[in-house]
């Protein structure tokens, strides 16, 4: 039952134990939905499998594969709509079968009108995603904390995500539906969009760039649906914690590019004391130890064959 991925590991379900140690098996897409029914969710954003394996060595239940973390980290552009579903998908596939956990993926526009968002959903289904967000702006796209957006009619994007939903194999695949309506029709236009997308039959909602704590909190008083809040910085939203957001109902939080920019942060600082000094010597202590990412990619050189743990 279990499904290999190209890479020889990892599988697109997610193992459970019970009270009698019995080992049951559920889609990762069907393990998110329990997720987010239970409680709210924490999920840092990845741009590459590395990132996703600390994700899940920390203990996060799930993550979230940033669009503009794959632009800016892997092909070092910016998140205006420039990389391919072919590319999302496989770079997307590689975190989503590098990990344990359930991860969902920004699929910017879904790539074309309504039959572009079925082959999309088929693509990221097949890579092993457990769901993905899909925006109302018009192509091409801009980061949805910048100024100078445009977004489609309401009917061509309820007829994307009736798309994505009927193209999805698995009925537990979350189809979420992001808006960026706010910045360009106010909050209540906003809002009657999500009711709008729900109608339709999106899963969830993703109201971007709201611009306070209530409006956080009147958002999720007037949508019946779970509901993304995205804790970007420097951006339009306040960074409000996640008790905060989950006392409001929010059941899926993300951090979009933290840690990317965390990383970013550290490397161009010991980048630009390499040039001065010429030695890395006082950034020993600081670094990742060779063994520690072995350890982190399940990797023994004494074994014969990798993985040498049966994930």
């Known amino acids: 039952m279990r499904q290999k991925s190209g890479m020889g590991f990892q599988s697109v379900f997610y193992e459970l134990h019970g009270q009698d140690g019995r080992a049951t098996m559920k889609t990762k897409a069907a393990r998110l939905r329990e997720l987010i029914a239970k409680n709210a969710v924490m999920l840092p954003g990845v741009p590459n499998a590395a990132l996703a394996r600390q994700v899940g060595r920390a203990g996060f239940d799930a993550l979230y594969i940033s669009g503009a973390g794959m632009a800016n980290a892997t092909a070092g552009v910016p998140d205006i709509g420039l990389l391919t579903l ?15 956990i359930p991860a969902i993926v920004d699929a910017d ?35 949805g904390h910048l100024s100078g957006k445009s977004i489609v009619d309401l009917e061509e994007m309820t007829g994307k995500i009736k798309a994505a ?18 910045a360009l029709e106010d909050f209540k236009g906003a809002i009657k969009r999500a009711q709008k997308y729900v109608e339709a039959g999106a899963d969830a909602i993703f109201p971007e760039a709201l611009q306070s704590a209530e409006e956080f ?11 993304l809040a995205n804790m970007t910085e420097f951006g339009k939203s306040p960074l409000l914690s996640f008790d905060e957001l989950a006392g409001y109902g929010y059941r899926m939080i993300i951090y979009p590019m933290s840690a990317f920019r ?13 040039r001065k000094r010429g030695t890395q010597s006082d950034w020993i202590d600081k670094m990742q130890t060779r063994k520690e990412l072995y350890e982190l990619l399940d990797y023994d050189p004494a074994a014969q064959s990798w993985p040498a743990k049966n994930r």
């Not at 770079?91 to 990990?99: K, Q």
């Not at 965390?262 to 390499?274: C, G, I, Q, T, W």
Request: negative net charge; proline residues 3%; glycine residues 8%.
């Open 86 to 100: 072919t590319e999302v998908s496989q770079l997307a596939g590689y975190i989503a079968h590098a990990v344990k």
């Open 109 to 143: 526009t879904g790539f074309g009108g309504a039959e572009n968002v079925a082959r999309t959903i088929h693509e990221l289904e097949g890579a092993g995603l457990a769901g993905c967000h899909i925006e109302d702006q018009e192509f091409p796209k801009r980061c």
């Open 165 to 182: 939903v009927a193209a999805r194999g698995d009925p537990d695949f979350l189809i979420i539906a992001r808006t960026d309506a706010r």
């Open 217 to 227: 909190r009147d958002f999720a008083k007037e949508i019946k649906a779970p509901l």
């Open 262 to 274: 965390v990383s970013m942060k550290a490397s161009e600082e010991f980048l630009r004391d390499l």
